[in-house]
Protein backbone atom coordinates (compact mmCIF):
# COMPACT_ATOMS: atom_id res chain seq x y z
CA UNK A 1 0.00 0.00 0.00
CA UNK A 2 1.54 3.68 -0.79
CA UNK A 3 1.78 6.13 1.95
CA UNK A 4 -1.54 7.99 0.97
CA UNK A 5 -3.06 4.55 1.06
CA UNK A 6 -1.97 3.94 4.94
CA UNK A 7 -2.66 7.60 5.85
CA UNK A 8 -6.59 7.59 4.17
CA UNK A 9 -7.07 3.97 5.83
CA UNK A 10 -5.85 5.60 9.29
CA UNK A 11 -8.38 8.77 9.06
CA UNK A 12 -10.99 6.81 7.20
CA UNK A 13 -10.98 4.54 10.89
CA UNK A 14 -10.03 7.44 13.29
CA UNK A 15 -12.66 9.28 11.43
CA UNK A 16 -15.45 6.86 11.22
CA UNK A 17 -14.95 5.78 15.09
CA UNK A 18 -15.05 9.72 15.83
CA UNK A 19 -18.44 10.13 14.01
CA UNK A 20 -19.86 6.94 15.43
CA UNK A 21 -19.48 8.66 18.77
CA UNK A 22 -19.87 12.13 18.05
CA UNK A 23 -23.14 11.80 16.18
CA UNK A 24 -24.51 8.54 18.07
CA UNK A 25 -28.35 8.89 18.42
CA UNK A 26 -29.47 9.74 21.96
CA UNK A 27 -29.78 6.24 23.35
CA UNK A 28 -26.19 5.25 22.80
CA UNK A 29 -24.55 8.49 23.50
CA UNK A 30 -21.38 8.62 25.89
CA UNK A 31 -21.74 10.65 28.80
CA UNK A 32 -21.55 14.57 28.29
CA UNK A 33 -17.79 15.36 29.78
CA UNK A 34 -16.54 13.15 27.45
CA UNK A 35 -19.07 14.37 24.16
CA UNK A 36 -17.69 17.75 25.23
CA UNK A 37 -13.81 16.52 24.54
CA UNK A 38 -14.76 14.49 22.02
CA UNK A 39 -16.15 16.94 19.47
CA UNK A 40 -13.61 19.50 18.87
CA UNK A 41 -10.82 16.74 19.25
CA UNK A 42 -9.96 16.63 15.34
CA UNK A 43 -8.71 20.47 16.14
CA UNK A 44 -6.92 19.72 19.22
CA UNK A 45 -5.12 17.15 17.72
CA UNK A 46 -4.23 19.35 14.65
CA UNK A 47 -3.05 22.10 16.36
CA UNK A 48 -0.82 20.08 18.56
CA UNK A 49 0.50 18.45 15.68
CA UNK A 50 1.27 22.36 13.97
CA UNK A 51 2.63 23.33 17.51
CA UNK A 52 5.26 19.65 17.56
CA UNK A 53 5.83 20.23 14.11
CA UNK A 54 7.02 24.23 14.55
CA UNK A 55 9.23 23.02 17.83
CA UNK A 56 10.96 20.60 16.28
CA UNK A 57 11.76 22.06 13.22
CA UNK A 58 12.94 25.05 15.16
CA UNK A 59 15.04 23.02 17.20
CA UNK A 60 16.17 20.92 14.32
CA UNK A 61 17.29 24.65 12.51
CA UNK A 62 19.13 25.94 16.13
CA UNK A 63 21.10 22.54 15.83
CA UNK A 64 22.20 22.89 12.26
CA UNK A 65 25.56 22.44 12.45
CA UNK A 66 28.14 25.01 10.92
CA UNK A 67 30.98 22.91 9.45
CA UNK A 68 34.18 24.99 10.34
CA UNK A 69 37.20 22.73 10.33
CA UNK A 70 35.29 20.93 7.39
CA UNK A 71 35.62 23.97 5.33
CA UNK A 72 39.33 25.17 6.25
CA UNK A 73 40.26 21.52 5.80
CA UNK A 74 38.80 21.34 2.20
CA UNK A 75 40.72 24.73 1.47
CA UNK A 76 43.98 22.74 2.37
CA UNK A 77 43.49 20.29 -0.12
CA UNK A 78 42.49 22.67 -2.09
CA UNK A 79 46.14 23.91 -2.31
CA UNK A 80 47.99 20.97 -1.87
CA UNK A 81 45.90 19.29 -5.16
CA UNK A 82 47.04 22.33 -7.52
CA UNK A 83 50.49 22.16 -6.30
CA UNK A 84 50.55 18.41 -6.89
CA UNK A 85 48.67 18.67 -10.33
CA UNK A 86 50.48 21.37 -11.70
CA UNK A 87 53.70 18.72 -10.72
CA UNK A 88 51.98 16.04 -12.35
CA UNK A 89 51.70 18.16 -15.44
CA UNK A 90 47.97 19.59 -15.93
CA UNK A 91 47.57 22.30 -18.19
CA UNK A 92 44.48 24.39 -16.40
CA UNK B 1 27.24 -16.53 -1.10
CA UNK B 2 28.30 -14.24 1.52
CA UNK B 3 28.40 -11.25 0.59
CA UNK B 4 31.72 -8.99 -0.07
CA UNK B 5 32.89 -5.74 1.61
CA UNK B 6 34.47 -3.38 -1.28
CA UNK B 7 37.23 -4.67 -3.04
CA UNK B 8 36.82 -2.07 -5.93
CA UNK B 9 34.63 0.90 -5.11
CA UNK B 10 33.78 2.80 -8.42
CA UNK B 11 32.91 6.54 -7.97
CA UNK B 12 30.37 7.88 -10.60
CA UNK B 13 31.13 11.80 -11.15
CA UNK B 14 28.25 13.28 -13.59
CA UNK B 15 29.78 16.48 -14.22
CA UNK B 16 28.45 19.46 -16.28
CA UNK B 17 30.82 22.55 -16.33
CA UNK B 18 33.50 21.33 -13.51
CA UNK B 19 36.84 22.06 -15.51
CA UNK B 20 37.84 23.81 -12.13
CA UNK B 21 36.62 21.23 -9.64
CA UNK B 22 37.06 17.96 -11.55
CA UNK B 23 40.79 17.98 -11.29
CA UNK B 24 40.80 18.70 -7.42
CA UNK B 25 37.98 15.46 -6.80
CA UNK B 26 39.79 13.24 -8.68
CA UNK B 27 43.23 14.24 -6.75
CA UNK B 28 41.06 14.10 -3.17
CA UNK B 29 39.33 10.64 -4.51
CA UNK B 30 42.84 8.92 -5.13
CA UNK B 31 44.78 9.98 -2.38
CA UNK B 32 41.90 9.08 -0.08
CA UNK B 33 41.62 5.55 -1.69
CA UNK B 34 45.52 5.16 -2.29
CA UNK B 35 45.61 5.91 1.25
CA UNK B 36 43.35 3.84 2.55
CA UNK B 37 44.39 0.60 0.43
CA UNK B 38 41.07 0.49 -1.55
CA UNK B 39 41.07 0.06 -5.21
CA UNK B 40 39.18 2.15 -6.87
CA UNK B 41 38.10 3.61 -10.48
CA UNK B 42 36.64 6.97 -11.58
CA UNK B 43 34.06 7.18 -13.99
CA UNK B 44 33.14 10.80 -15.45
CA UNK B 45 30.21 11.23 -17.35
CA UNK B 46 30.19 14.22 -18.83
CA UNK B 47 27.13 16.28 -19.70
CA UNK B 48 28.59 17.65 -22.87
CA UNK B 49 30.20 20.66 -20.73
CA UNK B 50 31.48 23.54 -22.92
CA UNK B 51 34.12 25.04 -20.56
CA UNK B 52 36.67 22.61 -21.53
CA UNK B 53 35.65 19.68 -18.88
CA UNK B 54 36.02 16.72 -21.14
CA UNK B 55 39.97 18.05 -21.93
CA UNK B 56 40.64 18.36 -18.47
CA UNK B 57 39.08 14.76 -17.92
CA UNK B 58 41.49 13.89 -20.74
CA UNK B 59 44.87 15.28 -19.17
CA UNK B 60 43.56 13.20 -15.81
CA UNK B 61 43.61 10.13 -17.68
CA UNK B 62 47.25 10.49 -18.85
CA UNK B 63 47.97 11.19 -15.90
CA UNK B 64 46.13 9.00 -13.76
CA UNK B 65 45.66 5.73 -16.31
CA UNK B 66 42.66 4.56 -18.19
CA UNK B 67 41.90 1.94 -15.32
CA UNK B 68 41.49 4.76 -13.18
CA UNK B 69 39.66 7.03 -15.00
CA UNK B 70 36.91 6.43 -17.01
CA UNK B 71 35.76 8.85 -19.67
CA UNK B 72 31.94 9.24 -21.21
CA UNK B 73 30.15 11.82 -22.54
CA UNK B 74 26.53 11.41 -22.61
CA UNK B 75 24.13 14.40 -23.50
CA UNK B 76 20.61 13.38 -21.35
CA UNK B 77 18.82 14.35 -18.41
CA UNK B 78 20.01 14.12 -15.27
CA UNK B 79 19.37 11.14 -13.44
CA UNK B 80 20.19 9.06 -16.50
CA UNK B 81 24.08 9.55 -16.60
CA UNK B 82 24.16 7.60 -13.35
CA UNK B 83 22.80 4.43 -15.69
CA UNK B 84 24.70 4.88 -18.57
CA UNK B 85 27.91 5.61 -16.01
CA UNK B 86 27.06 2.31 -14.17
CA UNK B 87 27.15 0.15 -17.19
CA UNK B 88 31.28 1.02 -17.78
CA UNK B 89 31.78 0.12 -13.70
CA UNK B 90 33.73 -2.60 -12.57
CA UNK B 91 33.62 -2.18 -8.89
CA UNK B 92 31.73 -4.23 -6.64
CA UNK B 93 30.72 -0.98 -4.59
CA UNK B 94 29.40 2.50 -6.05
CA UNK B 95 29.79 5.53 -4.87
CA UNK B 96 27.48 8.31 -5.75
CA UNK B 97 28.82 12.36 -5.77
CA UNK B 98 28.70 15.52 -6.54
CA UNK B 99 31.74 16.58 -8.67
CA UNK B 100 31.54 20.40 -7.04
CA UNK B 101 33.88 19.85 -3.85
CA UNK B 102 30.32 19.95 -1.62
CA UNK B 103 31.15 16.53 -0.77
CA UNK B 104 33.90 15.86 1.65
CA UNK B 105 35.98 13.51 -0.67
CA UNK B 106 37.87 11.81 2.43
CA UNK B 107 34.67 10.72 3.47
CA UNK B 108 34.09 7.65 0.97
CA UNK B 109 37.14 5.91 3.10
CA UNK B 110 34.79 6.41 5.93
CA UNK B 111 31.66 4.80 4.13
CA UNK B 112 33.89 1.94 2.76
CA UNK B 113 34.29 0.97 6.96
CA UNK B 114 31.07 1.80 7.96
CA UNK B 115 29.86 -0.58 4.73
CA UNK B 116 32.33 -3.53 6.49
CA UNK B 117 30.97 -2.87 10.22
CA UNK B 118 27.26 -3.41 9.41
CA UNK B 119 27.30 -5.53 6.02
CA UNK B 120 24.94 -2.52 4.84
CA UNK B 121 24.08 -2.71 1.07
CA UNK B 122 23.78 1.16 0.79
CA UNK B 123 25.43 3.56 2.77
CA UNK B 124 24.27 7.17 3.42
CA UNK B 125 25.59 10.41 4.14
CA UNK B 126 23.40 12.52 6.38
CA UNK B 127 23.62 16.32 6.77
CA UNK B 128 21.08 16.18 10.18
CA UNK B 129 22.46 13.75 12.05
CA UNK B 130 26.24 13.60 14.49
CA UNK B 131 28.57 15.98 13.40
CA UNK B 132 27.06 16.17 10.13
CA UNK B 133 26.36 19.82 9.14
CA UNK B 134 26.75 22.68 6.50
CA UNK B 135 29.20 25.75 5.54
CA UNK B 136 28.03 28.62 3.76
CA UNK B 137 24.23 28.39 4.31
CA UNK B 138 22.02 31.41 5.60
CA UNK B 139 19.13 30.90 7.90
CA UNK B 140 16.82 31.18 5.12
CA UNK B 141 18.16 27.88 3.29
CA UNK B 142 18.69 25.95 6.45
CA UNK B 143 14.93 26.99 7.51
CA UNK B 144 14.15 25.39 4.33
CA UNK B 145 15.63 22.35 4.00
CA UNK B 146 14.95 21.61 7.68
CA UNK B 147 11.33 22.12 6.95
CA UNK B 148 11.66 20.13 3.80
CA UNK B 149 12.99 17.07 5.51
CA UNK B 150 10.56 17.62 8.47
CA UNK B 151 7.71 16.89 5.44
CA UNK B 152 9.96 14.19 3.86
CA UNK B 153 9.86 12.52 7.24
CA UNK B 154 6.39 13.15 8.48
CA UNK B 155 4.88 11.71 4.96
CA UNK B 156 7.12 9.26 3.85
CA UNK B 157 9.02 7.71 7.03
CA UNK B 158 11.84 6.62 5.16
CA UNK B 159 14.29 5.04 7.88
CA UNK B 160 16.97 7.79 6.48
CA UNK B 161 17.36 11.03 8.19
CA UNK B 162 18.97 12.85 4.99
CA UNK B 163 16.88 12.19 1.71
CA UNK B 164 18.61 14.76 -0.55
CA UNK B 165 21.85 14.43 0.19
CA UNK B 166 22.89 12.47 -2.55
CA UNK B 167 26.52 11.60 -1.18
CA UNK B 168 26.04 7.75 -1.19
CA UNK B 169 28.04 4.32 -1.06
CA UNK B 170 25.76 1.07 -3.19
CA UNK B 171 26.28 -2.38 -3.38
CA UNK B 172 26.90 -2.67 -7.63
CA UNK B 173 23.50 -4.99 -7.05
CA UNK B 174 21.35 -2.98 -5.33
CA UNK B 175 21.99 0.00 -7.10
CA UNK B 176 21.09 -1.41 -10.53
CA UNK B 177 17.97 -3.07 -8.92
CA UNK B 178 16.83 0.57 -7.66
CA UNK B 179 17.80 2.11 -11.09
CA UNK B 180 15.37 -0.43 -12.79
CA UNK B 181 12.51 0.78 -10.21
CA UNK B 182 13.11 3.79 -9.95
CA UNK B 183 11.39 6.81 -12.17
CA UNK B 184 11.47 9.86 -10.86
CA UNK B 185 14.65 13.02 -12.72
CA UNK B 186 17.07 15.00 -10.55
CA UNK B 187 17.11 14.97 -6.88
CA UNK B 188 13.53 13.30 -6.51
CA UNK B 189 15.52 10.74 -7.90
CA UNK B 190 17.27 10.57 -4.65
CA UNK B 191 14.79 10.63 -2.68
CA UNK B 192 13.20 7.58 -4.47
CA UNK B 193 16.04 5.27 -4.49
CA UNK B 194 16.38 5.39 -0.36
CA UNK B 195 12.33 5.04 -0.30
CA UNK B 196 12.50 1.90 -2.75
CA UNK B 197 15.54 0.80 -1.26
CA UNK B 198 13.78 0.36 2.36
CA UNK B 199 10.86 -1.09 0.11
CA UNK B 200 12.86 -3.94 -0.80
CA UNK B 201 14.43 -4.28 2.16
CA UNK B 202 18.21 -3.82 1.59
CA UNK B 203 19.71 -2.19 4.55
CA UNK B 204 20.85 1.83 4.92
CA UNK B 205 23.76 2.62 7.05
CA UNK B 206 24.68 6.26 7.87
CA UNK B 207 27.35 8.60 8.20
CA UNK B 208 27.59 12.27 8.87
CA UNK B 209 29.00 14.22 6.23
CA UNK B 210 29.33 18.06 5.52
CA UNK B 211 28.10 19.82 2.78
CA UNK B 212 30.50 22.54 1.75
CA UNK B 213 29.05 25.59 -0.11
CA UNK B 214 32.21 27.24 -2.53
CA UNK B 215 29.72 29.27 -3.90
CA UNK B 216 28.23 32.30 -1.56
CA UNK B 217 25.25 34.18 -2.26
CA UNK B 218 24.14 31.85 -5.40
CA UNK B 219 21.40 30.13 -3.44
CA UNK B 220 19.61 27.11 -5.55
CA UNK B 221 16.40 27.57 -3.49
CA UNK B 222 14.38 29.37 -5.22
CA UNK B 223 10.23 29.62 -6.05
CA UNK B 224 10.79 27.00 -8.69
CA UNK B 225 13.12 24.89 -6.83
CA UNK B 226 10.43 24.25 -3.74
CA UNK B 227 7.45 23.84 -5.93
CA UNK B 228 9.47 21.17 -7.69
CA UNK B 229 10.48 19.60 -4.46
CA UNK B 230 6.51 19.64 -3.13
CA UNK B 231 5.12 17.94 -6.45
CA UNK B 232 7.95 15.43 -6.17
CA UNK B 233 7.25 14.39 -2.95
CA UNK B 234 3.52 14.39 -2.89
CA UNK B 235 4.19 12.01 -6.21
CA UNK B 236 6.51 10.14 -3.92
CA UNK B 237 3.86 10.24 -1.40
CA UNK B 238 1.00 8.93 -3.73
CA UNK B 239 2.80 6.21 -5.46
CA UNK B 240 5.11 4.46 -3.11
Known amino acids: MTKLGQWLCGLAVLGSAWAALALAPPQLQPPAPLRQALLP ?52 | AMARGPERVSVLLPTYNERDNLPLVVWLLQRTFTDSGIDFEIIIVDDGSPDGTQEVARQLEKIYGSDKIVRQLFLFPSGTAYIHGMKYATGNFIVIMDADLSHHVRLCFV ?65 EKLMEKCVSKGYVFQMEMIVRARQLGFTIGEVPISFVDRVYGESKLGGNEIVSFLKGLLTLFATT
Open chain 1, 41 to 92: LPVYLLVAFGCYSLATVGYRLATFNDCEEAAAELQEHIRAARADLRRRGLRL
Open chain 2, 111 to 175: YSGKQKEGNFDIVSGTRYKGNGGVYGWDLKRKLISRGANFLTQVLLRPGASDLTGSFRLYRKEVL
